[in-house]
């Protein structure tokens, strides 16, 4: 079982990155899958999720209306897409999956892709 998580880069503020999860060894459909993140000194904190059909969706305040999750179940993918970048969105990102519903909890995922580094520069 391996989650990949990759797009990861530098960009300046206001650009944009899709960061995607791919799912390799099992069938995602089943799983509800989340990202979350770890900036420099901070706790990782959940930024949005997103349920095993797609139907529910979740995301932080802070990122609310600039990003978007979406996922392809017949490719084992699930996508964050980053608008209008800001300095503090700076983390390294992982990506991870959970049976039943979504959560905004980590401690309710079972399993993480190794993240991939975001840098927003001002």
């Known amino acids: 079982v391996q989650l990949q998580a990759s797009g990861g880069g530098l960009v300046q503020a206001g650009e944009s990155l899709r960061l995607s999860c791919k799912a390799t060894g099992i069938t995602l459909d089943v799983f509800a899958v989340a990202w979350f993140r770890q900036a420099p000194g901070k706790e990782r904190e959940g930024v949005s999720c997103?349920?095993?059909?797609?139907?529910?969706?979740w995301y932080a305040d802070s990122v609310k209306g600039r990003f978007t999750i979406s996922r392809d179940n017949a490719n084992n993918t699930v996508w964050l897409q980053m608008n209008n970048l800001k300095p503090e969105d700076t983390a390294v990102y992982y990506c991870a999956k959970k049976e039943g519903r979504g959560s905004r909890y980590e401690t309710a995922y079972d399993y993480w892709g190794q993240g991939t580094l975001v840098t927003v520069s001002s």
């Open positions: 997103i349920s095993s059909s797609g139907g529910d969706t």
